[in-house]
């Protein structure tokens, strides 16, 4: 069983940055595949960022490639995503979640909500004009 707790969401100005965490307790952090997630009013979850259980490994959704970035320091039980260049459009809750390994080996774009087992209880991002 793992538990997770996101922070440091809140309101930005367009083009800003913000460095999401997600805290993790309970057994063998370092076992598990990680995903940030995100949903908009009126929208799905979806996937932004994955990464396998060592760290090497990651993944990004098209719409965040080369403006967030996923790492995760595992002697802390901790992921993080790091955002750059906010924009409106990425005003949202923000969630993290831990599944199987071998989600940190799969093509983002190929993971849902439902691959991953637990989940955090969201933060939110609101990006100002």
């Known amino acids: 069983q793992v538990q997770l707790v996101e922070s440091g969401g809140g309101l930005v100005q367009d083009g800003g940055s913000l460095r999401l965490s997600c805290a993790a307790s309970?057994?063998?952090?370092?076992?598990?595949?990680m995903g940030w997630f995100r949903q908009a009013p009126g929208k799905e979850r979806d996937v932004l960022a994955t990464i396998g259980p060592s760290g090497r490994s990651t993944d990004y959704k098209d719409s965040v490639k080369g403006r967030f970035t996923v790492s995760r320091d595992n002697a802390k039980n901790t992921v993080y995503l790091q955002m750059n260049s906010l924009k409106v459009e990425d005003t949202a809750v923000y969630y993290c979640a831990a599944g199987g390994p071998n989600l940190g080996y799969i093509s983002a774009s190929r993971l849902s909500p439902d691959d991953y087992r637990y989940w955090g209880q969201g933060t939110q991002v609101t990006v100002s004009s």
């Open positions: 309970g057994r063998n952090f370092g076992y598990y595949a």
